[in-house]
């Protein structure tokens, strides 16, 4: 069974910084992409970043990119999203996701999430 949890979620003001934890089990973690959806209240759950298996290789929303960071360690199985310059609108609940598609920001093209960490910047 393919288990992903996120860690690492809070409240801080703008400008201020997060780093979010995902660490999978139950799949083949060395040779899946990985990525970050997120999803604000009353909006669309929409692509954040996403990994490659070997990486560097990564992918970046616009609202994001510059400031955002993704990472992962495949010895431990671990994703991360290092968030720096947070503003208010990065509020929102962050999923870790298996087999990210940079090309596929279709939230019902995936099957496996993590049951979400919430974010919350304050201006």
């Known amino acids: 069974q393919v288990r992903l949890v996120e860690s690492g979620g809070g409240s801080v003001q703008a400008g201020g910084s997060l780093r979010l934890s995902c660490t999978a089990s139950?799949?083949?973690?060395?040779?899946?992409?990985m990525g970050w959806f997120r999803q604000s209240p009353g909006k669309e759950r929409a692509i954040v970043s996403c990994i490659r298996y070997g990486a560097p290789h990564t992918y970046y929303s616009t609202s994001v990119k510059g400031r955002f960071t993704i990472s992962r360690d495949n010895t431990k199985n671990t994703l991360w999203l290092q968030m720096n310059s947070l503003k208010p609108e990065d509020t929102a609940m962050y999923y870790c996701?298996?087999?990210?598609?940079?090309?596929?920001?279709?939230?019902?093209?995936?099957?496996?999430w993590g049951q979400g960490v919430q974010v919350t910047v304050s201006s």
């Open positions: 139950g799949l083949d973690f060395g040779t899946t992409d």
């Open positions: 996701v298996a087999e990210c598609d940079p090309y596929d920001g279709r939230s019902y093209s995936y099957s496996t």
